[in-house]
């Protein structure tokens, strides 16, 4: 019985945002959980079979789920570290809104809304090396034999190619995160700082970013988790090709459980995906935080 | 009281109307068709025949839903998972199909199309037609294996289009456009399709069609078995020939990374003299506002033992077990098949007829009136292999593996001996 003065009220508010969360996420998470223990044709339902971890273990013995692991591994390395390192700098350079600065966020935060499939169709044409600009432009700077190179097409460039575009995506959304961060720094630290003859280096480094852990905590779980779920603009620009040489982890799944008639097999993939990313960001959180403490 | 009787006459008579109307709203029949049909002129010409349909069947009401081309697939396995499909639904024939079929989830239609099979042209069954039973009616009929060449292009080289109806031909006009410093052929992979569609073009040149079409469906029939193995010599020979036109530097150079919308724009903006796909390319040239095209058949292989034969593909119209009435949509199925039907679908789309209507006084493009010809005189027909595999073997070791080749990650007899373990391996998993 509610005491007198309390209502119930606040659970009334909450109840649309928890029937929606329940019905569009946690149920089809548990149906995907379950499916992920079966074979079946994904027409009908008569045809599902529970074949217990078989999908797991198909999954340790099937190169190309490893390949998939190890091109995201490296996709979310380096776009990780290039975003974390590009924003920050680019960040404080904005914070110190030197000349045109207002020119050049806007600059940044452009890609920001743009769709992805808009992003990758327009990379792709201009690394064509048939109708692209990339490849002739080059040619004109004096680099040889680039003017007709498959830049998406061979697989020494398809995985960094899309990673350059990606961080050119999400650098703008990681600089407005981490301008927004060290706009909240009181500047009185830092005036003090510098009176106590503080270089600046010292400045960033024993005031700025350690305040500044909690942004960039936030920063890169959420660089590190969109990285790992990367699917739109690998399908636009390479379709994971040129075999397999740019398939990561939700591709994998998608050509699984769509293009190969293997839905069972396909949603284990995910539920791996799922947890490697709980543990990468449960690992990120807890470092961070024993950070603070310490 | 007179105004309370007049009051009453007209309830009386309102509750009369209501009910007439509620018995003629029984008698009426709405039947859902779902279709990926979603983008102009196929859109167009199906919902023109939906409503010449309903126009002359007043009981029956077909709602035309489309889907945009790549969520149809999602949504149509969505709903059949869900025992919620429509009442008609138009899928993929061939193997797509199939797979409906197979979890019986179509009705069996055999009876039914029997007296449109009269009608029909020969060769077509395998597209419809599974463990010998038909699961529904073929819309509009794509010929895959056309060769379109820039006629202008090839006379400042000095080359005989008659040469390009055999291979060594096509190989040697190649050759002189690339000594000439143009790349010949217009390719784009990325996709996969389209390099599939190659590969099926060669395939289709080095065998014979009992051989081409039992190689396919033997993963998809229990009844049927092939002789011949991916393995073999012959079907690795396809895989030979494809990546020999790749390492002489026939493709276009982003031959693994464009798409097929670029290498057409190559084609169409005469960059490039030669482009294959099939008779929908007469559509996309229109639209291109193309001058400088012509086709012919996709050259045989050299010692192809049935050189005229064509590669077809279709859509299907079937019935899904759960229609509300199967009568009334197997008499819309009977109208797609009707000859003003079908005279609408190729004057309009740009497309062939599956049907064998007169069609000498319709109005066609000539380039298609070409294909037709090129169908007339063909020795035989067979569906592209993707709709005559299972999807399990086909992504993986045709798709997949004919990028593998052109990389030289695979060698042509690994990529063989890979589908073969396939087709072996999916049989022995279904106990056939």
Known sequence: MARPGRTNFHIWLLLPAFVFYTVFWIAPALIALLSSFTQWNGISLASIHWVGVANYLELFDDRWFWNALRNNLLFVAVVLSSIIILGMTYALILNAKPRGHSVFSTIFFIPIVLSSVVIGLLFTQMLSPTVGLVGPALAAVGIPGVEQYQWLGSKETALPMVMLVYIWRELGFAILLLLAGLQTIPNDYIEAARIDGASPWNITRHITLPLMRPVLTVVIVLVTTNAFLLFDLVIVMTNGGPFHGSEVLSVFMYSQAFLKGNPGYGTAIAMMLFVIILCVSGIQLALSGRGQKA | ?432
Request: net charge negative.
């Open chain 2, 1 to 432: 009281m007179s105004k309370f009787r007049s009051l009453r006459a007209l309830t009386l008579a309102g509750v009369a109307l209501l009910i007439a109307h509620g018995g003629a709203m029984a008698q009426t029949v709405t039947l859902n068709l779902w279709s990926e049909l979603s983008a102009p002129p196929e859109s167009t010409v199906l919902n023109k025949a939906v409503e010449m349909f309903n126009a002359a069947n007043p009981g029956i009401v077909v709602k035309h839903t489309s889907f945009e081309n790549t969520a149809y697939e999602t949504a149509l396995r969505t709903a059949f998972a869900g025992g919620t499909p429509p009442d008609i639904a138009e899928v993929n024939a061939g193997s797509n199909a199939f797979q409906y079929a197979q979890s019986g989830q179509l009705m069996d239609l055999t009876d039914f199309v029997k007296p449109i099979e009269e009608k029909l042209r020969p060769g077509l069954e395998t597209m419809y037609q599974y463990d010998g039973k038909s699961y529904g009616v073929l819309w509009g009929l794509k010929v895959g294996n056309v060769l379109y060449y820039n006629p202008v292009m090839l006379k400042e080289q000095g080359i005989d289009p008659a040469s390009l109806a055999t291979w060594e031909g096509f190989m040697a006009a190649s050759q002189k456009f690339l000594d000439a410093g143009i790349t010949p052929i217009a390719f784009g992979d990325r996709d996969q399709w389209t390099g599939n569609h190659y590969f099926n073009h060669i395939l289709h040149g080095i065998l014979t069609k009992d051989e081409y079409d039992h190689i396919g469906l033997q993963t998809l029939d229990p009844s049927i078995t092939s002789a011949l193995k991916w393995s073999d010599p012959k079907a690795v020979h396809a895989w030979e020939v494809y990546k020999a036109v790749a390492d002489a530097g026939y493709f276009t150079p982003g031959y693994l990374s464009d798409d097929n919308d670029t290498a057409a724009g190559l084609f169409f903006a005469g960059r490039a003299p030669f482009y294959s796909t099939g008779s929908w390319g007469v559509g996309m040239a229109k639209a291109n506002g193309a001058q400088n095209v012509a086709l012919t058949l996709f050259p045989p292989v050299a010692d192809s033992p049935e050189p005229t034969a064509i590669v077809t593909n279709s859509l299907l119209f079937t019935i899904p077990t759960t229609t509300s009435d199967a009568d009334a949509a197997k008499k819309f199925l009977e109208f797609l098949t009707s000859e003003p039907v079908q005279k609408l679908y190729v004057e309009e789309n740009f497309d062939l007829s599956p049907y064998q209507y007169d069609s000498s006084g319709w109005t066609m493009d000539p380039m298609l009136r070409q294909i037709a010809g090129l169908l007339d005189n063909a020795q035989n027909a067979s569906p592209f292999l993707d709709m005559i595999e299972d999807v399990k073997c086909m992504q993986e070791n045709v798709n997949e593996a004919n990028v593998a080749v052109l990389t030289g990650d695979l060698s042509p007899q690994e990529a063989g001996d890979m589908h073969q373990e396939c087709v072996t391996d999916l049989r022995a998993e279904r106990g056939w």
